[in-house]
């Protein structure tokens, strides 16, 4: 969940299930309440943005995996491509829930 609130901006993911709860905070920490007890992890204060939000592991992984299809026949692997496909449809989702929003739409129920 994004919160922006008296110009604070919040990121919060919460995970839970019995028995145990995990909570990201902005990306930079994460708490795991496990049988009563907490485990905070944290990122470094030099940690880049980039690293932090998955944007180089994603870029180095298709760059990877164009090379690797360079290497014969010039064709992205399946398990790629199928990826990228489900991510753009995933994409065109939430931008059209966006859309509805901004222009005070409802929504119907199935």
Not at 1 to 27: A, C, F, H
Not at 61 to 71: C, D, I, N, P, W
Request: one cysteine or more; charged letters at 25%; hydrophobic letters at 35%.
């Amino acid at each position: 969940m994004m919160n922006r609130d008296s110009g604070v901006t919040e990121e919060t993911l919460e995970l839970m299930r019995p028995g145990s709860k995990w909570k990201v905070n902005d990306l930079r920490e994460m708490i795991e309440y496990n049988g009563g007890e907490e485990n905070r992890i944290q990122t470094g204060n030099w940690t880049s943005v980039s690293v932090a939000r998955g944007f180089t592991a994603i870029v180095d992984t298709f760059l990877s995996a164009v090379a690797k299809a360079r290497g014969g026949t010039n064709i992205l692997p399946l398990e790629l491509t199928q990826g990228m496909w489900d991510a753009l449809v995933t994409h065109e989702v939430c931008e059209e829930i966006v859309h509805r929003i901004e222009a005070g739409k409802k929504f119907s129920k199935p």
